[in-house]
Every structure is written in C-alpha cells, then in structure tokens.
C-alpha cells in the first residue's frame, strides 16, 4: 500500500471511509496485480462476508479516484494495483500468468512519443511485454515450446 494512511487516501480522494474500501485496499496493498476473485477472497478473510459485486463497486470507486489503476493483459482477467501515476508497465509470464511491474526507460518516457498522434495528447501508454518468468522457466521441460499465441505445447520429438 502506498506510504500514505488509508484513510487518508480515501478522504484525499473524496471518498467515504467505509470497511470494504480499507480492505480491497490492504488486498491490492498485499497482492498487487490481483483479479477481483483473490481480492473478494482477501477482503472476506478480513470482513467475513461481502459480496464479489461489492468488490467490483470498490475497484470502481478506487479506479475513478485514482488511488487504483485496471490493467488487462490480453486472455486474463481484470487485474488491479496500487501503483498510479507514474506509466509503468508490465511483464507477464506466459504459462503462469504471473504480473510484475516494469519501469518505463529511465529518464525518460519514449513510449508516449507515438509515430502517429492524431492530434491527440498522449498522457499514458500500456505496454506488456510476454515472456516465461523465472519460476517457470525452471520447471519447463525442454521439449516444451510456446505456440505463436503463447500457450505452452508439446515440441515434436
């Protein structure tokens, strides 16, 4: 969670203090990258019972206000962070589908100078880059290949 109190955050943002919001904040706080259902589960753990609609209605909030940021890597769920304002990117690995943050080139930001604008004012890139996380690539079997789409398949032998 940012260094900032939570409650804070919120009134900052114009939002009512409300236990739901503090604790789809401590998920993404503790999980960065979670999809609505890890962050129900979490948020459940803390509260007992809330329902996934009441998650969504959070993000939502969260999102419109800027103290969260959506992001959705192409065949994955909704995913949500913490981390706002600063167009980072991100990596994800292809078998697991694991998340992590990548920092747009240091000292400066070329993915928001485009080729072509079309009298738009660019204020923010998504970039994802795909590839096969650690974790991953240690388990993966030599004989295991990446279809162009990225799925794991069995090599020829």
């Given at each position: 969670?940012?260094?900032?109190?939570?409650?804070?955050?919120?009134?900052?943002?114009?939002?009512?203090?409300?236990?739901?919001?503090?604790?789809?904040?401590?998920?993404?706080?503790?999980?960065?990258?979670?999809?609505?259902?890890?962050?129900?589960?979490?948020?459940?753990?803390?509260?007992?019972?809330?329902?996934?609609?009441?998650?969504y209605?959070?993000?939502?909030?969260?999102?419109?206000?800027?103290?969260?940021?959506?992001?959705?890597?192409?065949?994955?769920?909704?995913?949500?962070?913490?981390?706002?304002?600063?167009n980072?990117?991100?990596?994800?690995?292809?078998?697991?589908?694991?998340?992590?943050?990548?920092?747009?080139?240091?000292?400066?930001?070329?993915?928001?100078?485009?080729?072509?604008?079309?009298?738009?004012?660019?204020?923010?890139a998504?970039?994802?880059?795909?590839?096969?996380?650690?974790?991953?690539?240690?388990?993966?079997?030599?004989?295991t290949?990446?279809?162009?789409?990225?799925?794991?398949?069995?090599?020829?032998?």
């Amino acid at each position: 969670m940012p260094t900032a109190d939570p409650l804070d955050l919120l009134r900052g943002a114009g939002l009512r203090v409300t236990q739901p919001r503090l604790a789809v904040l401590a998920a993404l706080a503790d999980a960065p990258h979670a999809d609505v259902e890890a962050i129900a589960t979490a948020t459940r753990t803390v509260l007992g019972t809330v329902s996934t609609q009441a998650v969504y209605d959070v993000l939502r909030a969260l999102t419109e206000a800027g103290l969260a940021r959506r992001i959705e890597p192409a065949g994955s769920p909704a995913r949500f962070e913490l981390r706002v304002g600063d167009n980072h990117h991100h990596v994800v690995c292809r078998l697991c589908g694991s998340i992590a943050d990548v920092d747009c080139a240091v000292g400066e930001r070329p993915c928001l100078t485009a080729s072509e604008a079309h009298g738009f004012v660019i204020d923010e890139a998504e970039v994802t880059y795909w590839g096969i996380c650690p974790d991953c690539s240690t388990r993966t079997s030599p004989t295991t290949t990446l279809s162009p789409l990225g799925t794991p398949s069995e090599g020829t032998r």
